[in-house]
């Protein structure tokens, strides 16, 4: 199982969270940005995704490829526009 982060866009990002202890400028975090956490959140539970929540956002459990594809039908079956993004904006990347 993984862990899919969610954040919504234009929010910042808790970009400390997990970083390796070694990192060099490919370091990345990729997720899913959303127009409205919480709409999708809610969509997401319902639907019966796990939804983990803690002072450095909210992440997916994720099993597979076929749970991830339903993530992004569920969001757009409900009008929430979603993308894949890097979430990492605070570091150097240059």
């Known amino acids: 199982m993984g862990l899919l982060p969610i954040m919504e866009k234009g929010k910042p990002t808790a970009c400390h ?4 202890l070694f990192y060099m400028n490919d370091f990345s975090r990729l997720g899913l940005r ?3 956490l919480e709409k999708a959140l809610s969509v997401l539970r319902s639907c019966g995704y796990t939804i983990l929540e803690d002072e450095n956002g909210a992440v997916a459990a994720i ?6 594809l339903g993530v992004f039908k569920a969001l757009a079956d409900h009008a929430i526009a ?3 993004a890097d979430l990492v904006s605070c570091a150097y990347q240059g």
Do not use: I, K
Not at 63 to 68: F, I, T, V, Y
């Open 17 to 20: 969270r997990e970083w390796p």
């Open 82 to 84: 979603c993308e894949t």
């Open 34 to 36: 959303v127009d409205c």
């Open 63 to 68: 099993a597979g490829r076929e749970q991830l």
